[in-house]
Every structure is written in C-alpha cells, then in structure tokens.
C-alpha cells in the first residue's frame, strides 16, 4: 500500500521563528496531499494543500512544498506561535477519496 | 461554521461485545469516511461510504465491521464483536462531493476495549 512517512517526529521551535515539518511519501501516483493538524483530543483539522500539478501553495502563514522529484511535501509556518503547538499529519490521496496519513510530527512552540 | 459531530466522545466496553459508534456528517455533504488512530500511532483509512454503499475498505475493515445511514443524518460504524486491539479513537470525517477533497473530521470516539 501507499506509505507516508515524516523525518522528524519532534519539532522544537521559538515562539516567532519560521517552523519547516517535513514529509516523504512513496506512491508517485498520488495526486492531492493534505497537511493536518491535531490538537490534544482532537480530531485532524484541515490547514492546507497541494495538487500535484502544483509545486507551492501559499495559505494565511502557512505555505506547502511539493517536489515531486524526490517525493517530499512540506509544511512552513511562518512566525509561530504557542497555539500553533499540535502534531502535524501529511495525507496523500491517490484516484479514490480516502486519504493515507504519514507518522505526524509532534511541534512545540517555546514561549 | 458546520461541523462533524460524534457520539459518544467515549466508549467502554467488554471484549466481545457489540459497539455502534455514531457521527453525524455536515449536512450537505456527500461522501463520508471513518478512520481510526491507535494510541500515538498514525490515522488510518478505515471505510469511504457514498450513494448509501462503501465505496472503498481497507483490510482493518473486516467482518466484524459494519457501517449505516440509517437516516439522512446519521452515519454510524459498528463492530460485532469488539477485540482488545479495537481499543483506538475512531474518527469520522464528510466530504462535500466531486471536485472538493476537504475532508473534515469529527472530535472523534475513544473506544476502550477490556
């Protein structure tokens, strides 16, 4: 099956810096990647995407990378700020709806 | 702003036992999903449902679950007979139909299996 995977599964930043959160995906066929976000007790809430005829897209302080080359997606945060503080999932789709998520990234924000 | 709702946000439950989980979708959408995430581990597609019928399953959707839209609202997940490795939290999510591919989750189920 498809496999989503996420280097870092921590992510330490200060409060005001620029945050990157990295993922890898495996199945060149996916056509839609989602970035979510997962707050304590929570479910995933929608915070951007990309189709993958596109290689960036920008949001309110959030901005998405995809290269296709190396199968890697992106998730910039610009100034971020305590209440950005979740774990932070990538999903692909690929044809059909569902959507396969990678490992999360759990990112801290110190005040 | 719409939202998906769950009920109940958590679930007790004996091994062995029937479970119905329930989700009410946001009202004008049209394709709706469950998934379930095991404790510190990732989310993970259990079944797509459109027109009245499961569109899409994944493996961890055996026999032993079921899903219903029994009324133009509800939406719910039931599993016959619960195992200690369905204990997770079990999400629903709704999409609005082709051509959007939001999907929005509900708060989700805790579902604790002893």
């Known amino acids: 099956g498809e496999s989503v995977g996420l280097h870092l599964p921590t992510l330490s930043v200060q409060e005001g810096d620029n945050s990157i959160i990295n993922c890898a995906y495996s199945n060149s066929a996916s056509d839609y990647f989602i970035w979510y976000k997962q707050e304590s007790g929570k479910g995933p809430q929608f915070i951007i995407d990309i189709r993958s005829n596109m290689d960036k897209r920008q949001g309110q302080r959030v901005t998405v990378l995809l290269n296709k080359t190396v199968k890697h997606l992106s998730l910039q945060i610009a100034a971020t700020q305590p209440g950005d503080s979740a774990v932070y999932f990538c999903?692909?789709?690929?044809?059909?709806?569902?959507?396969?998520f990678g490992t999360g990234t759990r990112l801290t924000v110190i005040p | 702003e719409p939202e998906v709702t769950q009920t109940p946000s958590h679930q007790v439950t004996q091994m062995g036992q029937e479970v119905i989980l329930r989700c009410v979708p946001i009202s004008n959408h049209l394709y709706f999903y469950w998934y379930r995430q095991i404790l510190g581990q990732k989310v993970e597609f259990l079944v797509s449902?459109?027109?009245?019928?499961?569109?899409?399953k994944s493996e961890i959707f055996d026999d032993q679950f079921s899903v219903e839209r029994p009324d133009g609202s509800n939406f719910t997940l039931k599993i016959r007979s619960t195992k200690l490795e369905d204990s997770a939290m079990y999400f629903c999510a709704s999409q609005m139909g082709a051509g959007t591919y939001e999907q929005y989750f509900g708060p989700g189920t805790r579902l604790t299996v002893t």
């Open positions: 449902f459109y027109n009245n019928e499961i569109s899409e």
């Open positions: 999903a692909e789709q690929t044809g059909a709806n569902n959507l396969f």
